[in-house]
Nanobody, 119 residues
Framework: HLQLVESGGGLVQPGGSLRLSCAASGSTLDQYAIGWFRQAPGKEREGVSCIRSSTYYADSVKGRFTISRDNAKNTVYLQMNSLKPEDTAVYYC???????????????WGQGTQVTVSS
C-alpha cells in the first residue's frame, strides 16, 4: 500500500518560488506515474504535471514549473517558479500504477499542501 506525503507549501509573493515534495513509502515509484494536481476554492481539480518515463505539464504552468524525481529518496518534486496569484490552490500528489503520463485519476493520493501566492 503506497503512502504519499506532500510538503513544501506556504505563502509566497507573486514572482516567487516554492518547491513541493511528495515523499512515498510502502513501495518504490518506478512502476507508477506520479502526478501533481491542484484545486482552488470553487474550481475543479486540475492536473498540473506528471512524471514517469516522460514528463507532462499543463499549459498554465509550462515553462514555470519543473517536475523531477529522486529514486534514492523515493520522492518526487515540483519546482514552481514565477508564481502567480492564480497558482493559489491546494496541491496534491497522486500515483497511478502502470500508467503513462498524463493521468486523470489515481490509485493513491496525498493529503495536500496549501500554496498561497499573494502580496
Amino acid at each position: 500500500h503506497l503512502q504519499l506525503v506532500e510538503s513544501g507549501g506556504g505563502l509566497v509573493q507573486p514572482g516567487g518560488s516554492l518547491r513541493l515534495s511528495c515523499a512515498a513509502s510502502g513501495s518504490t515509484l518506478d512502476q507508477y506515474a506520479i502526478g501533481w494536481f491542484r484545486q482552488a476554492p470553487g474550481k475543479e481539480r486540475e492536473g498540473v504535471s506528471c512524471i514517469r518515463s516522460s514528463t507532462y505539464y499543463a499549459d498554465s504552468v509550462k515553462g514555470r514549473f519543473t517536475i523531477s524525481r529522486d529514486n534514492a529518496k523515493n520522492t518526487v518534486y515540483l519546482q514552481m517558479n514565477s508564481l502567480k496569484p492564480e497558482d493559489t490552490a491546494v496541491y496534491y500528489c497522486a500515483a497511478r500504477l502502470f500508467r503513462l503520463c498524463p493521468i486523470q485519476s489515481a490509485d493513491y493520493w496525498g493529503q495536500g499542501t496549501q500554496v498561497t501566492v499573494s502580496s
